[in-house]
Structure formats: C-alpha cells, structure tokens
C-alpha cells in the first residue's frame, strides 16, 4: 500500500540550485520574447493537437488500468488538476510531460509493454513530477526551439549558445528532481532502478537477470563528477544538438538523495499522517475520496 503525501511542496524535494536557475530563467528577457512568440504564433496548441489527433487518451473508460495509475500518483504528490494522458506508438520506452498552461503526459506502447506496475508509478510519477514542479515550460521551450527557428527566421538571431546551455542545464537538474517525485510515487528503489536501467536500453531479452548491483557500482564512474566538469560536458551536447538521458548520473543522484536521508523523511512524515488517515477502499486499500465508487479499482465502496 503506497503512502498519500499531503501537503507535498516541490521545495521538499526538489534538486539542489533549481529554483536558483529557474529565476534567472524567468528574468530573461531573450526568454520572454521567446515565449511571446510561441503564444503568438499558437505553438502549444499545435503541438499539443498532434496528440489528440494521433494518440489514445487515457481515460476510466480507456485504459482504466493506466488511468488508475496516473489518478494515483497525482494524488500521492498533490498534482491538480489531473493532467491529461496520451498513448502513443512507439516501441521504446519513452514519456513525456510538453506543454506550458495544460500539460500533457504522454507514454509510448513500449513503455506499457517492458515495464512492470511499480516502474510505471516511476515513471508516471516523474512525467506528474514535471507538473508538479512546472518543468514544463522551458523544457517544451527548449524542444520547439528548432521549430520556432523554422516558422520565425528571426528567432535564430535571439537564441544565443548561452541560453541553449542554461536551457540543457534546466533539463538536467529538473530530470533529477523528477526522479525523486518518481520514487516519492512508486516508493520502492528497486523498481526506479530497474527503471532507469531499462530507460538506459538494457536488453529486454535479459530483464529477468537483471542485476542493479552492477548498475549502482557505476555510480562509481560520476565520483569525479563535479558541477564545473558537467558544465563542460553539457557545452559539447549543446554544440552537438544531443540530448542527454544520463541514466547513470540519474541514478546516482537519486541513490545520493536517499542516502542522505531526503526520500525516508518526507516518507515518514506520510506514514504518520497515514495514521490519521480517512477511510479506505475495502477492495483495493486506497484512501477513498469521494463518490460512490473507488477510482482505483472501480469497485463500489461499502
């Protein structure tokens, strides 16, 4: 039974310096003019129609089983209102949360197909963790900035190298915070790191003898990792035009997040607020909300 974490704040557990870089973002004014183009020109809404024209939304009634899951993660970390969720065709595992005033998430076929329940609520809980954390508007920034370029010539000449390599430090530093949304919402470390093993292209053939003590002594690797050195690197990826999952540094941040104690106190802090708790579902343990009928198992409360 998972653990409802009310009154969740993304100051709780947010990456270390992300809310730092998150103000000098917003004080950008190459970024303003950035974003008063993408509302001029009506990108979010041509992105986001791409996915209600092409993918399968997630609903109770399609999907329940998905839908549950996504329901349930937003309740365990107070995400409101309820994003909505698309399925689309892609073989590798792959989600996403784009957009800037209505979010989205979207998870590919193969992320249902390779992925076990509990790496979903991973998952689903880092793209809801993204939301939460209103990542979304400077990475659906970041990602659209070669269509802007096309649709307005002009754009080219605002973007310097510089704001692309704030912008690819953004996404790092909120991949790491969503990764402990993730486990906030799955709360079980072996799943989140067979998840970004699996994330990091481990053979599906091989998922039954994975070993995540191999993978943990990679972490190894980052020991000389220091922000100056990542800076660097995040340099070359800009200048290359690459994205940059880092599946390792990922689960190396996360393991350093949960060894100095950050994930087992807000943890606790939900336990003892459990206690006090309101009625449950009979069927299925989740905290009832209101209604006449769980919206996690759908059976009828009694």
Same mark, same amino acid.
């Given at each position: 039974?998972?653990?409802?974490? #009310?009154?969740?704040?993304?100051? %709780?557990?947010?990456y270390?310096?992300e809310?730092e870089?998150?103000?000098?973002?917003?004080?950008n004014?190459?970024?303003k003019?950035?974003?008063?183009? !993408?509302?001029?020109? $009506?990108v979010?809404r041509?992105?986001?129609?791409?996915?209600?024209g092409? %993918?399968?939304?997630?609903?109770?009634?399609?999907? +329940?089983?998905?839908?549950? =899951?996504?329901?349930?993660?937003c309740?365990?970390?107070?995400?409101k #209102?309820? +994003?909505?969720?698309?399925l @689309?065709?892609? +073989?590798a595992?792959?989600? &996403?949360?784009l $957009?800037?005033?209505n979010p989205?998430?979207? !998870?590919?076929?193969g992320?249902?197909d390779?992925?076990?329940?509990?790496e979903?609520?991973?998952?689903?809980?880092?793209?809801? &963790?993204?939301i939460?954390?209103?990542?979304?508007?400077?990475r659906?920034?970041?990602?659209?900035?070669?269509?802007?370029g /096309?649709m307005v010539p002009?754009?080219?000449?605002?973007?310097?190298?510089?704001i692309?390599v704030?912008?690819?430090?953004y996404?790092?530093?909120a991949e790491?915070?969503?990764?402990?949304a $993730?486990?906030?919402?799955?709360?079980?470390?072996?799943?989140? @790191?067979?998840?970004l093993?699996?994330l990091?292209?481990y +053979?599906?053939?091989?998922?039954d003898? =994975?070993?995540?003590?191999?993978?943990?002594?990679?972490?190894?690797?980052?020991?000389?990792y220091?922000?100056?050195?990542?800076?660097?690197?995040?340099?070359?990826?800009?200048n290359?035009n *690459? @994205?940059?999952?880092? /599946?390792?540094? *990922? &689960?190396?941040?996360?393991y350093?997040w949960? %060894?100095?104690n950050?994930?087992?106190a807000?943890? *606790?802090?939900?336990?003892?607020? /459990?206690?006090?708790?309101k009625? *449950?579902?009979?069927?299925? &343990?989740? @905290?009832i909300?209101?209604g006449?009928?769980? #919206?996690?198992?759908g059976?009828?409360?009694?």
């Open positions: 039974m998972k653990h409802i974490i #009310p009154g969740l704040q993304c100051s %709780d557990y947010e270390e310096g809310k870089l998150q103000k000098t973002l917003n004080a004014e190459i970024i003019k950035l974003f008063s183009v !993408v509302s001029e020109y $009506g979010e041509l992105v986001l129609l791409e996915h209600i092409s %993918d399968i939304e997630v609903k109770k009634t399609n999907l +329940p089983e998905l839908h549950a =899951i996504l329901h349930e993660v309740n365990i970390i107070d995400v #209102p309820l +994003p909505k969720m698309y @689309t065709q892609n +073989p595992i792959h989600a &996403g949360a $957009g800037i005033n989205i998430i979207e !998870v590919s076929t992320t249902l390779k992925l076990s329940v509990e979903l609520y991973f998952i689903i809980g880092h793209e809801a &963790g993204h939460k954390s209103k990542h979304t508007r400077y659906f920034l970041h990602m659209i900035l070669p269509f802007l /096309s002009a754009i080219g000449s605002l973007v310097s190298f510089s692309e704030l912008l690819y430090k996404d790092r530093m790491f915070t969503a990764d402990r $993730g486990l906030l919402c799955c709360q079980d470390l072996n799943a989140a @790191t067979e998840s093993m699996k990091a292209g +053979p599906e053939q091989y998922y003898k =994975i070993n995540k003590d191999d993978f943990i002594q990679q972490f190894d690797d980052f020991k000389e220091n922000e100056s050195t990542f800076n660097k690197a995040l340099n070359v990826l800009a290359m *690459r @994205t940059h999952p880092w /599946s390792v540094l *990922r &689960g190396k941040e996360l350093e949960v %060894d100095n950050g994930y087992e807000i943890l *606790r802090k939900a336990k003892k607020s /459990s206690h006090k708790d009625k *449950r579902c009979i069927h299925c &343990g989740n @905290t909300i209101s006449k009928f769980c #919206p996690y198992c059976n009828k409360y009694e």
